[in-house]
């Protein structure tokens, strides 16, 4: 499963990457040059008892880009490459540096494979087929809880609890 973090976990929008060092090494090792698939995402709001369901695909080639594309219910792009990201939506595209998300070291990490500096922002635990990770920085836990990743080889499911409460739950298959 540590192979594919990389390429799921800038999934929802460039929330949570990290890896201990050493477990971070392995992945970068193992990480293929690209991977394909589609998702189908929930984003539960917990101030107002909603889930949204949206659906799509995504892509990924090392050293060059991550693409998110939600097709239903509203199409809308998301891409990153090492210096900037890109959303359309609503016929409109907007371009702005990677270092304006606020977890551009992650998604720029991500993008080029590049997973060393991960471990200084994340705390990692894995069993039993999860991988857990808790950001050990106040900026990121005033974001973010923690997220997970669950599957055998290949992660099947990507959760991300916000520090608001609200809850991000995608199921990924990926083409082989």
Same mark, same amino acid.
């Given at each position: 499963?540590?192979?594919?973090?990389?390429? &799921?976990? #800038?999934?929802?929008?460039?929330?949570?990457?990290? !890896?201990?060092?050493?477990?971070?090494? @392995?992945? =970068? /090792?193992? *990480?293929?040059?690209?991977?394909?698939?589609?998702?189908?995402?929930?984003?539960?709001?917990?101030?107002?008892?909603?889930?949204?369901?949206?659906?799509?695909?995504?892509?990924?080639?090392?050293?060059?880009?991550?693409?998110?594309?939600?097709?239903?219910?509203?199409?809308?792009? &998301?891409? #990153?490459?090492?210096?900037?990201?890109?959303?359309? !939506?609503?016929?409109?595209?907007?371009? @702005?540096? =990677? /270092?304006? *998300?606020?977890?551009?070291?992650?998604?720029?990490?991500?993008?080029?494979?590049?997973?060393?500096?991960?471990?200084?922002?994340?705390?990692?635990?894995?069993?039993?087929?999860?991988?857990?990770?808790?950001?050990?920085?106040?900026?990121?836990?005033?974001?973010?809880?923690?997220?997970?990743?669950?599957?055998?080889?290949?992660?099947?499911?990507?959760?991300?609890?916000?520090?608001?409460?609200?809850? =991000?739950?995608?199921?990924?298959?990926?083409?082989?």
């Amino acid at each position: 499963m540590r192979k594919w973090c990389v390429v &799921f976990l #800038a999934a929802w929008g460039a929330a949570v990457w990290g !890896a201990a060092v050493p477990a971070a090494e @392995r992945m =970068l /090792a193992a *990480l293929p040059s690209q991977a394909t698939g589609t998702f189908v995402q929930r984003k539960i709001l917990a101030d107002v008892e909603v889930t949204i369901t949206s659906s799509g695909t995504f892509s990924f080639v090392k050293d060059k880009s991550f693409e998110w594309k939600t097709l239903k219910p509203l199409p809308s792009t &998301f891409t #990153a490459t090492p210096e900037s990201y890109t959303v359309t !939506a609503n016929g409109k595209t907007s371009t @702005r540096a =990677l /270092a304006d *998300l606020k977890m551009s070291a992650g998604l720029r990490s991500l993008v080029k494979g590049d997973l060393s500096a991960l471990g200084e922002v994340f705390d990692v635990t894995e069993a039993e087929g999860r991988l857990t990770l808790v950001p050990k920085t106040r900026e990121l836990r005033e974001f973010v809880k923690r997220a997970t990743l669950e599957g055998a080889d290949v992660p099947s499911r990507f959760t991300l609890d916000y520090a608001t409460g609200d809850r =991000l739950e995608i199921d990924l298959v990926q083409n082989r």
